[in-house]
């Protein structure tokens, strides 16, 4: 944690220099969900507490559903390659990685700036930023995991679990690249759904994803790392300086659905937005009880 947070595309001033000493983090099946937490979209992950307060002094613990995240790769990611990844990288398509960047994507809304200097007075990227701050820390904790997940593959940190070298590369890249059409089909009323579009459309600029014309994308090898690190670079030194100007211009700018991106849209129709899970476990065990 401390490594990553040492080597974030920012200036060392900006940087973490004593990560929350707790971070543990778990991997869990999810036997059954009731009230808020079976509502809506089906949680895949996640991270807390939000407050960046105990977030600096106490860390923050990550819960990986990992069932809820095989259920969403085999009912919409899956479907969603097909019709947006080109045929030769559907071949990419890699519950892994998937599974992997999420828990990337956690770990990075403990990393980054937390804490603001505004006018002299102390302050956070969160009451800065004021309404724009959801969306740019999703697209951060987004981009922050591609960054990681590259840098550890360079350690080789992950060769027993994705990889490494260009076919890791390749699975992580056109993973996400699918994924990020599973989360825009949310629609813009969604936090994750408009931090993606700033995603998808900047790496599309920088020439790290590719649009064919045809509502199908594919990845830039040659440029795609380098457009994630100056994205990741940007959202950090939003939240660094607490430049709410520079977050809403941003979003102005990309969070937009383009014709091309539109056309992938359309083809997507029929696929389902989300899963709603069968509790079968716990109605079996709720059976057994009531026959004692």
């Known amino acids: 944690m401390q490594e990553l947070e040492d080597n974030l595309p920012i200036g ?61 790769f085999k009912s919409t990611l899956t479907p969603i390659a097909k019709l947006v990844l080109r045929p030769e990288a559907q071949k990419d398509l890699d519950f892994d990685s ?17 804490a603001t200097r505004v006018d002299g007075k102390d302050s956070t990227p969160r009451q800065d930023l004021k309404e724009t701050y959801s969306i740019i820390e999703e697209a951060k904790a987004d981009v922050t995991g591609l960054w990681a997940l590259m840098y550890m593959m360079d350690k080789g940190l992950l060769k027993d679990s994705l990889g490494q070298g260009e076919a890791a590369e390749r699975k992580l890249h056109n993973t996400f690249l699918a994924s990020a059409f599973r989360t825009l089909h949310f629609g813009l009323t969604d936090s994750h759904a408009r931090g993606m579009a700033i995603q998808l459309n900047y790496l599309l600029d920088k020439g790290g994803f590719i ?63 989300d899963i709603r899970p069968t509790f079968s476990t716990a109605k079996a065990l709720a059976g057994e009880q009531e026959g004692r």
């Open 12 to 72: 060392k001033e900006y940087r973490n220099p004593k990560v929350g000493a707790m971070a543990p983090m778990v991997v869990v099946n999810r036997v059954y969900g009731a009230g808020d937490g079976n509502m809506g979209v089906q949680t895949a992950a996640y991270n807390l507490p939000n407050d960046e307060r105990i977030i600096s002094k106490r860390g923050s613990k990550r819960v990986m559903l990992k069932n809820v995240q095989e259920a969403k």
């Open 98 to 114: 998937f599974f992997t960047h999420i828990l990337a994507y956690e770990i990075m809304h403990g990393l980054g700036p937390h």
């Open 211 to 273: 649009s064919h014309g045809d509502g199908t994308f594919s990845v830039d090898f040659k440029k795609i790392r380098q457009a994630v690190t100056d994205l990741d670079r940007e959202f950090l030194m939003i939240e660094a300086t607490g430049d709410y100007a520079l977050a809403m211009a941003m979003m102005t700018k990309y969070v937009v659905i383009r014709p091309d991106v539109q056309k992938a849209m359309d083809k997507m129709k029929k696929v389902p937005n």
